[in-house]
């Protein structure tokens, strides 16, 4: 089934070499990309059928015993992460969440007394004069 579409573009393909004229070597192009797509439905297909067969093995394999027992061994995997993470919490080194600093973005920790407004900042110059001054010292702007 899969043999006839391989011939079929390599036969393409050597008479593609040949031909010049721009009608005839767009209609076999045209005919490989129709070949192509069908092999590509072809093989979507069997891979759908591969895959329908393999779940199927794999739901007739799998018991309600061994759903349980992975059932089980995820209950159990909980119940140890909780512990652990109530051991950390306990733990004095460790700390509470509440008690340690807020890191930012970049990983500075977080102060809001060092955070000053800038239109509130406490500079007596101000960082640019006012085009007044600028004309008593004869500035131009261009």
Same mark, same amino acid.
């Given at each position: 089934?899969?043999?006839?579409?391989?011939?079929?573009?390599?036969?393409?393909?050597?008479?593609?070499?040949?031909?010049?004229?721009?009608?005839?070597?767009?209609?076999?192009?045209?005919?490989?990309?129709?070949?192509?797509?069908?092999?590509?439905?072809? /093989?979507?297909?069997?891979?759908?059928?591969?895959?329908?067969?393999?779940?199927?093995?794999?739901?007739?394999?799998?018991?309600?015993?061994?759903?349980?027992?992975?059932?089980?061994?995820?209950?159990?995997?909980?119940?140890?992460?909780?512990?652990?993470?109530?051991?950390?919490?306990?733990?004095?080194?460790?700390?509470?969440?509440?008690?340690?600093?807020?890191?930012?973005?970049?990983?500075?920790?977080?102060?809001?007394?060092?955070?000053?407004?800038?239109?509130?900042?406490?500079?007596?110059?101000?960082?640019?004069?006012?085009?007044?001054?600028?004309?008593?010292?004869? /500035?131009?702007?261009?």
């Amino acid at each position: 089934m899969l043999i006839d579409p391989f011939i079929r573009l390599k036969r393409i393909k050597e008479i593609l070499v040949h031909i010049k004229i721009k009608r005839y070597r767009q209609e076999l192009i045209e005919l490989a990309r129709i070949t192509i797509h069908q092999l590509n439905q072809v /093989r979507e297909g069997e891979e759908r059928f591969s895959l329908d067969t393999k779940l199927s093995q794999n739901s007739e394999e799998l018991s309600e015993e061994k759903l349980e027992r992975t059932i089980e061994e995820i209950a159990e995997e909980e119940s140890t992460l909780n512990k652990k993470e109530e051991e950390q919490l306990a733990d004095p080194l460790y700390g509470s969440p509440e008690e340690s600093q807020k890191e930012d973005f970049y990983g500075r920790l977080e102060k809001k007394e060092e955070s000053d407004d800038f239109y509130k900042s406490s500079e007596s110059e101000p960082f640019y004069n006012s085009p007044e001054e600028d004309k008593k010292e004869k /500035r131009f702007y261009f």
